[in-house]
Structures are given as structure tokens and as C-alpha cells.
């Protein structure tokens, strides 16, 4: 293999090799602060103020030249153009069986879990999904 080809594989390697997106450890310092989806008060939940933080995590991989720019979701940093892309992952009939959510759980993700079920982080954009989805 030419020195070429193995340095364009690099940034899926060191992706693979740190975990892209495995975050059991904890997500972002975002999702601890909510207090909407922190209390559990049922309070209403919205994309950008509540969900899009969260999805912050899913940000180094799924932009365009990112270890999962081939991945059918791709991340602008515009919070109405991600809203409209996380859309498509979403199941407002069976929230439950969310695509997005199936994917934070690792469910079929190449970067591994990012939200477990039943995390804080799991559990508001489930409540999101429950609440139709607004932005």
C-alpha cells in the first residue's frame, strides 16, 4: 500500500481507535443543564434549545469529511438545516423506534453508543420525539 493511500486512511483509523463516538462516559456539559429535560417536569422541549446540544456529541463524525460523511446524517452547524436532517431519523408515530434513537443506543452505529437508553441525555430526546419533534 502506496505511504499515499495509508495517510487518507488515518482520520477513520484514529476514529475507530478512539472510539468516534462512544460516550458512556458522560455526554456534554449541555445535557447536565437543561433543566427542562434535567427535572424530568415535563416541560416542553424543542430542537435548538434542547435536543441540537446533545446531538453535539455526533458532530465530529457526521460532517462533511468526518469519519461518517458517508452516513446518511450529516451535520451543517446550522441548527434549522440539522433539524430538517434529524427528521428523517425520527418515528413521531413509535417515538420509541426513533432511528436516532436506535443510533445513540449503538444500535447499528459505527461509532458505537453515544446515549444509552435511560440516560438523561436518551431520555429528552425520546420526551422531544413524544412532543412531535418541533424545532
Known sequence: MSSDRRWALA???????LG????????????ETNDASATGDGGALGFSTDVDPLLAACKSCHVPGGAASASSLIFTGNAAT?????????NATVP?????????????????????A????????LAWIQQGAPP
Not at 20 to 31: L, N, V
Not at 104 to 111: P, T, V
Not at 118 to 125: A, L
Open 96 to 116: 420509541a423506534s426513533s432511528r436516532l434513537l436506535s443510533k445513540a443506543s449503538g444500535n447499528g452505529h459505527g461509532g458505537g453508543t453515544v446515549y444509552a
Open 11 to 17: 482520520p477513520f483509523l484514529l476514529a475507530a481507535a
Open 118 to 125: 435511560g440516560t438523561k441525555q436518551y431520555e429528552t430526546i
Open 20 to 31: 468516534c463516538a462512544d460516550f458512556s462516559r458522560g455526554g456534554p456539559a449541555a445535557a
Open 82 to 90: 440539522d433539524y430538517k436532517a434529524v427528521l428523517q431519523f425520527v
